[in-house]
């Protein structure tokens, strides 16, 4: 069975700092690329961030450019997103997300195979 687990989600005052993780089973980690997807109160989803299947390649929206950090540890089959400089319009749910081939880094979410459950952010003083 595929389970993607977030975790680390909370509630941040503006400007501070937040680490996600995604513990990842069922399936081969290694060989997918995964992404971070976020979803605000009443919008859709909103891509943030992808990373290849090796780690050595990542990408991000221009939102969070700058701030956030996506890295992987295949040893653990654990994703993370480190998040800095923190803003309200950054609160949302935030789920990670899986696809096959591994070396493809799209920006769509529905180009992603497997998702978690979400781990909620809220960015407030």
């Known amino acids: 069975e595929v389970q993607l687990v977030e975790s680390g989600g909370g509630l941040v005052q503006p400007g501070g700092s937040l680490r996600l993780s995604c513990a990842a089973s069922g399936f081969t980690f290694s060989s997918y690329a995964m992404s971070w997807v976020r979803q605000a109160p009443g919008k859709g989803l909103e891509w943030v961030s992808a990373?290849?299947?090796?780690?050595?390649?990542?990408s991000y929206a221009d939102s969070v450019k700058g701030r956030f950090t996506i890295s992987r540890d295949n040893a653990k089959n654990t994703l993370y997103l480190q998040m800095n400089s923190l803003r309200p319009d950054d609160t949302a749910v935030y789920y990670c997300?899986?696809?096959?081939?591994?070396?493809?880094?799209?920006?769509?979410?529905?180009?992603?195979?497997?998702w978690g459950q979400g781990t909620q952010v809220t960015v407030s003083s």
């Open positions: 990373i290849n299947s090796g780690g050595g390649s990542t």
């Open positions: 997300a899986a696809r096959f081939p591994g070396h493809e880094l799209p920006s769509r979410p529905d180009e992603y195979t497997y």
